[in-house]
């Protein structure tokens, strides 16, 4: 897109925001994962308020990976119609760290031993109320996703993301000795128990599946941008991101995760210049 410019900004657990005990890319917690994706929401938030003020737009949102799902999070909690190319992620978190190929790199041992040791019962009945909630509700499938709508937002609060998920996501991010480590040292681990798997499914589904977030205030201004033999972000037990987002568009390309990474930059850029020109012809006076 002529004219164009971009600003980037590293999460908090990476280059030189990155925790001094962290070892590169490998978090430590559970609980910094989901710190991470809270506060990547919030700046998101805040940079395109500031871009915007400063007159600058039509501004849109983009990220690879574990950034992409992020980004989508940040466009579904903006009170404005907002362009977002999420590249090489999906509907939810979970399915990569139990299903995807980084499931074998969970310390499922630390987590179970974690489990096993709550002595008051006071993460079992955290966790309980977690999974019966997910559990509890219909699979989300094309047919039965039922997201919140945005008609009704509020421009300065969480939007219609339910009290109970924010609520579960800022305590399992807290200081009070809950999920820990995340991921494994360079031994191979042994396969995790259904409980084990189940709760991690449940966490990860309540705090970053798409369902539990607003549709943005203009789904047809986001593309989704996935590869077709994608090993780390199995889609095909997840809901599909078009029944969520109703008039979304997604596009596939060849390729797995890594290697799109590295070999389709030209793909998603071009992606976000065409959700940028949309933007610009149908919903800039």
């Known amino acids: 897109m002529k004219g164009s410019t971009k600003s980037f900004f590293n999460h908090e657990a ?10 590169r890319s490998q978090l430590q917690h559970v ?112 047919s039965t996703a039922t997201p919140p709508s945005a008609a009704t937002r509020d421009p300065v609060s969480w939007g219609n993301v339910p009290t109970a998920a924010i609520d579960c996501s800022v305590v399992v991010a807290g200081q009070t000795g809950l ?10 681990q042994l396969a995790p128990t259904a409980d084990t798997l189940l709760t991690m499914e449940a966490v990860l589904d309540y705090s970053t599946h798409l369902r539990y977030f607003p549709i943005p ?18 889609r095909d037990s997840v809901a599909d991101v078009r029944a ?15 290697i799109s990474c590295i070999a389709k930059q030209p793909h998603f850029r071009n992606a976000l210049y065409n959700v940028l020109e949309k933007m610009a012809i149908n919903h800039v006076a």
């Open 217 to 234: 205030m203009a789904p047809n201004l986001a593309t989704f941008l996935v590869a077709k033999d994608d090993l780390y972000i199995p």
């Open 14 to 23: 990476d280059g030189s925001r990155k925790p001094k005990a962290q070892v």
């Open 179 to 188: 999920p820990r480590t995340l991921l494994a040292p360079a031994t191979r």
């Open 31 to 142: 609980s910094d994962l989901l710190v991470m994706g809270l506060a990547l929401i919030l700046e998101c938030h805040l940079l395109l308020l500031w871009l915007e003020g400063d007159g600058l737009g039509p501004v849109g949102l983009t990220g690879i990976s574990m950034g992409g799902h992020n980004a989508s999070l940040a466009a579904a909690l903006h009170p404005k119609p907002l362009p977002v190319v999420p590249c090489l992620s999906w509907t939810t978190a979970s399915c990569v760290f139990t299903k995807g190929v980084l499931s074998s790199a969970v310390c499922w041992e630390a987590l179970e031993r974690q489990l096993a040791s709550d002595d008051d019962g006071a993460l079992g009945r955290l966790f309980r109320g977690v999974v019966c909630e997910v559990a509890g509700r219909e699979k989300p499938s094309a």
């Open 244 to 258: 969520l987002w109703p008039g979304c568009s997604v596009q596939y390309i060849e390729g797995g995760h890594v």
